[in-house]
T-cell receptor, first 115, second 110 residues
Framework: QQQVKQSPQSLIVQKGGISIINCAYE??????FPWYQQFPGKGPALLIA?????SEKKEGRFTISFNKSAKQFSLHIMDSQPGDSATYFC??????????????FGKGTLLTVNP | NAGVTQTPKFQVLKTGQSMTLQCAQD?????MYWYRQDPGMGLRLIYY???????DKGEVPNGYNVSRLNKREFSLRLESAAPSQTSVYFC?????????FGEGSRLTVL
């Protein structure tokens, strides 16, 4: 049972455009929703995260939009740059502060930003 | 800052051979994790350790064993490697919700 569904699998955007990646979750106990960015040959790294008490979080060109009732959240990359080309993973977890913390990841989106 | 260090970075095994992937972190984190990454499958949790002396199964534990040797080190062992275990393995440690990943160990089982 896939608990976090991510789409699209791949995305091609022109430089300066907006990249949008969507995720949906099933477990209503999830209370922490991070996005990880992974460059080729590297491990994933935390990009931005949100908790369900807010509907949007913005950090620079990156924004998470969160819809609790629909159990969906998305990553928007404004003014996309070639350096943003990477694989993006959404994830979800419950008990983020506890010792039993486990992240469930989506399958990933390969973003290519053309110059 | 070394962060999370994994060894080896690359390994080729024959079916039935055994090996251990090593992971060490220098951030004094309590929790550590092993994930595998396969094309189109995302990151799947194999085992995790919430603290020194404890380990628990994740989503795909079959065929693997782990040891939390001390607070710094968390190793993953394949007792009898199978081609289905060909993957990239990532170790991670946690600080207040954020996972810090190593650069991965690419394992091929022939």
């Amino acid at each position: 049972q896939q608990q976090v569904k991510q789409s699209p699998q791949s995305l091609i955007v022109q430089k300066g455009g907006i990249s949008i990646i969507n995720c949906a979750y099933e477990n209503t106990a999830f209370d922490y929703f991070p996005w990880y960015q992974q460059f080729p040959g590297k491990g994933p790294a935390l990009l931005i995260a949100i908790r369900p008490d807010v509907s949007e979080k913005k950090e620079g060109r990156f924004t998470i939009s969160f819809n609790k009732s629909a159990k969906q959240f998305s990553l928007h990359i404004m003014d996309s740059q070639p350096g943003d080309s990477a694989t993006y993973f959404c994830a979800a977890s419950g008990s983020s502060g506890g010792s039993n913390y486990k992240l469930t990841f989506g399958k990933g989106t390969l973003l290519t930003v053309n110059p | 800052n070394a962060g999370v260090t994994q060894t080896p970075k690359f390994q080729v095994l024959k079916t039935g051979q055994s090996m251990t992937l090593q992971c060490a972190q220098d951030m004094n984190h309590n929790s550590m994790y092993w994930y595998r990454q396969d094309p189109g499958m995302g990151l799947r949790l194999i085992y995790y350790s919430a603290s020194e002396g404890t380990t628990d199964k994740g989503e795909v534990p079959n065929g693997y064993n782990v040891s939390r040797l001390n607070k710094r080190e968390f190793s993953l062992r394949l007792e009898s490697a199978a081609p289905s275990q060909t993957s990239v393995y990532f170790c991670a440690s946690k600080r207040t919700g954020e996972l810090f990943f190593g650069e991965g160990s690419r394992l091929t089982v022939l």
